[in-house]
Antibody
């Protein structure tokens, strides 16, 4: 079964760092892009960026460039989303998702269950 | 950046009725458009890709149409499990991939 398993919920204070993960299984991890999507509480979906684990080619939405870092460790089939200094406005659900086609960026047919990040003093 | 808009923001429909949701792109995305369904507390689920192709396991009551800048998702006969928020997404021109703001389908 193809699946993306995300790390558990996090509660952090402003200014702290954080790295959340997304582990792929049931498919060739290095030949599919993996994207990250933010959903603020009660709001819509925002595409943050995407990485190709095969060569670590990474693209960001201009809205998130410089705010987060996307990375991947292909040896353990895991993608990451990290912050160096969290803000209260980073409180959201974060989903990883995989496009339907190998080597292409198209529709997301596989989604993780999401990681809730809460930033509060 | 391609801006996606959806209308209406909320659609109130009775079970068994037809629902028609619209999505518009600020410039042509050809047929590189997907529709997702999201229920409370759940991840989005892919319904339609390529503007009109149903994803695996999606019932035939869901259909998509359109190309270029105007797209439609139709649910032919709403079932109780279809009440949810629906998002369109373009993947023709990226980064960034962009989503519409969503249409909430609720019970009339």
């Amino acid at each position: 079964e193809v699946q993306l398993v995300q790390s558990g919920a996090e509660v952090k204070k402003p200014g702290e760092s954080l790295k959340i993960s997304c582990k792929g299984s049931g498919y060739s991890f290095t030949t599919y892009w993996i994207g990250w999507v933010r959903q603020l509480p009660g709001k819509g979906l925002e595409w943050m960026g995407i990485i190709y684990p095969g060569d670590s080619d990474t693209r960001y939405s201009p809205s998130f460039q410089g705010q987060v870092t996307i990375s991947a460790d292909k040896s353990i089939s895991t993608a990451y989303l990290q912050w160096t200094s969290l803000k209260a406005s980073d409180t959201a659900m974060y989903y990883c998702a995989r496009p339907g086609s190998s080597s292409l960026v198209d529709e997301f047919d596989i989604w993780g269950r999401g990681t809730m990040v809460t930033v509060s003093s | 950046e391609i801006v996606m808009t959806q209308s209406p923001a909320t659609l109130s429909v009775s079970p068994g009725e037809r629902a028609t949701l619209s999505c518009r792109a600020s410039q042509s995305v050809r047929s590189n458009l997907a529709w997702y369904q999201q229920k409370p507390g759940q991840a989005p689920r892919l319904l339609i890709y390529g503007a009109s192709t149903r994803a695996t396991g999606i019932p035939a009551r869901f259909s998509g149409s359109g190309s270029g800048t105007e797209f439609t998702l139709t649910i032919s006969s709403l079932q109780s499990e279809d009440f949810a928020v629906y998002y369109c997404q373009q993947y023709n021109d990226w980064p960034p991939i962009t989503f519409g703001p969503g249409t909430k389908v609720d019970i009339k």
